[in-house]
């Protein structure tokens, strides 16, 4: 009774298990009322999504896909975050400040406009991918990065000053080391903007396959059950790695959890 | 009591500050070194003054952080210009290092060049204020696994390790409960009595305890009809036979102190 009255009052602390308890209660009748109510509609019912999945994940080309789309976006990241970083510790340097700001600013170019530019500066598939998929994510990471630049308390530069540190020293201790936990929090969040790019990518040149295509071949023959299906495991596949970053985070800097205790 | 007061150590002289409106306005102190035969006696010095009153202005006004909009800061026996830097700093909610355990942050404070000793000889110096200050247990924690008054002893060795001989300390009493409060009070003596020339000061709006700690306290407050703070009285705690004794705080003609000036503030 008390949990009952607790789980409908704002701003409770409830208990893990109750809250794992509430998860799966809740998204139980989710999917229970969608194949209950979805068996004449448009959209497929879960367990026929869920046949299709896992006749797509046991096909012989599925592997290949995986492995192209993954590759693409680990690719995509790592050399998004080192040039994101870059540009956001060379902005504190005032002669690279503005090119920071400019490229904050290009969340607003849309891509769709400067992929035949693209095509044209590219050499093959491969490279427009990688190239559009690293313009689109920069500037959201040197966003992200900027506003947890700006968010450092002056105190802790003051402190630097005390302890005899040079704006090197400054630079290093605060800015990269200090925030280097928060780096990888920006890196997670990202990810999410980098996988649904991939998808979009991937349809742009088809030959190395992926997700993407795939998704966009069965958009073709109006596949609906193979086009939720393989919707859900690019979810599955998102929320996965969204936790394993969440946890390597943990791991990597291990007083990250006390933030989130205290 | 026999004791000498020789070569200025701080200058204050004429320091205005404004920001929208005048915050602190002619303020004139100095703060000369005291000498005791026979040990180090350092110097603690308060200023006192109301919430709100311009203190933590005038604290980083002393520790070189904000240029006074007139008059001029002086330090060392040289007596040259304040910088950021040479005077330690422990601030209200004594900043540390989050990213860093304990003992790592301490480490840091003695990075800089002009200390030379090898990573033993510092690991060691780190071992003993840890032991005599009671943060042995806690080296390897990090400072968000520390009470606050844990944290403040971390920030003041974190300045004494630097070196500074002058440490500024912002509302050290705040926040904490009264044996906390003798426990600070008998750390900063430890500090102020390790080296002649070490020197803190105490900004705080609590009177009895600064003055229980210091040998002299200016009060800070405004006068009638005029704009913005200044030293209104300075107590020679010395001359008064009310410094250097830990348990002060019991003697009368201290308490009757104490209660004239928590009307002046
Ligand atoms: N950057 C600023 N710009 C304008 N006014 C400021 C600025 N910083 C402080 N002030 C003002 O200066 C006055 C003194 O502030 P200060 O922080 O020094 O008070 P304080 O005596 O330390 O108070 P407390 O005991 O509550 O810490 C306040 O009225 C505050 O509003
Ligand atoms: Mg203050």
Redo the contacts between chains.
């Keep these: 009774m008390d949990t009952i009255r607790k789980i409908f009052s704002p701003l409770t602390q409830i208990k893990g298990r109750t809250s794992i308890t509430l998860v799966v209660m809740e998204a139980t009748a989710a999917l229970v009322a969608w194949e209950l109510f979805g068996q004449h509609g448009l959209i497929p019912t879960p367990s026929k999504i869920l046949m299709a999945a896992w006749k797509i994940v046991t096909s012989a080309f599925f592997a290949d896909n995986l492995f192209s789309s993954l590759a693409l976006t680990f690719t995509g990241m790592g050399i998004s975050i080192v040039v994101a970083l870059l540009v956001s510790y060379l902005s504190l340097i005032p002669v690279f400040a503005p090119v920071a700001r400019f490229i904050v600013k290009c969340r607003y170019l849309t891509l769709t406009g400067l992929i035949f530019l693209f095509t044209l500066l590219t050499q093959d598939g491969h490279q427009l991918k990688l190239s559009l998929l690293i313009f689109g994510i920069v500037p959201f990471f040197v966003t992200s990065l900027l506003s947890i630049i700006d968010a450092i308390n002056v105190q802790e530069y003051e402190l630097c000053k005390t302890l005899r540190m040079n704006n090197w020293q400054t630079l290093w201790e605060v800015v990269i080391v200090g925030r280097l936990d928060q780096v990888f929090e920006v890196m997670r969040q990202n990810f999410a903007i980098a996988w649904m790019m991939i998808t979009m990518v991937e349809g742009l040149s088809m030959s190395e396959g992926g997700l993407g295509t795939m998704l966009i071949k069965s958009n073709k023959y109006i596949d609906l059950g193979t086009v939720f299906a393989i919707l859900v495991i690019i979810f599955a596949l998102g929320v996965f790695f969204d936790s394993v970053l969440k946890h390597l985070r943990h791991w990597l800097f291990p007083y990250t959890k006390l933030q989130t205790r205290a | 009591m026999n004791y000498t007061k020789n070569e200025v150590l701080i200058d204050v002289k004429e320091v205005n500050l404004t920001y929208d409106k005048v915050i602190l306005r002619d303020i004139n102190f100095r703060i000369q070194n005291i000498v005791r035969p026979g040990m180090n006696q350092g110097q603690v010095v308060s200023l006192i003054g109301r919430s709100g009153i311009g203190k933590t202005q005038l604290f980083k006004i002393l520790?070189g952080?904000v240029k006074p909009n007139s008059g001029t800061v002086m330090v060392g026996v040289d007596q040259h210009p304040v910088e950021?830097?040479?005077?330690?700093?422990v601030?209200q909610?004594y900043?540390?290092?989050?990213?860093r355990s304990v003992h790592d942050n301490l480490r840091?404070?003695m990075?800089?060049d002009?200390l030379a000793l090898n990573d033993k000889d510092k690991d060691a110096l780190i071992a003993d204020y840890a032991q005599r200050f009671a943060l042995e247990e806690h080296l390897k924690k990090?400072p968000?696994?520390l009470s606050g008054g844990q944290r403040q002893r971390v920030s003041i060795i974190?300045?004494v390790l630097?070196g500074?001989r002058f440490i500024l300390l912002d509302e050290p009493f705040s926040g904490l409960d009264a044996l906390m409060i003798d426990r600070v009070m008998e750390l900063l003596t430890q500090v102020a009595t390790l080296h002649e020339l070490n020197t803190l000061v105490i900004v705080s709006h609590d009177v009895e305890n600064s003055l229980a700690i210091s040998d002299t306290a200016y009060i800070l407050a405004k006068e009638k009809e005029k704009e913005g703070a200044t030293i209104t009285e300075t107590l020679d705690l010395i001359e008064m036979g009310l410094a250097w004794n830990a348990g002060i705080r019991e003697d009368s003609r201290f308490q009757q102190l104490v209660s004239q000036m928590k009307h002046k503030i």
């Excluded at chain 2, 950021?84 to 700093?89: D, K, L, P, S």
């Design positions: 520790a952080l950021a830097g040479e005077v330690g700093i601030s909610n900043i540390l290092f989050n990213h840091l404070a990075k800089h002009s990090y968000l696994q974190q300045q630097t500074n």
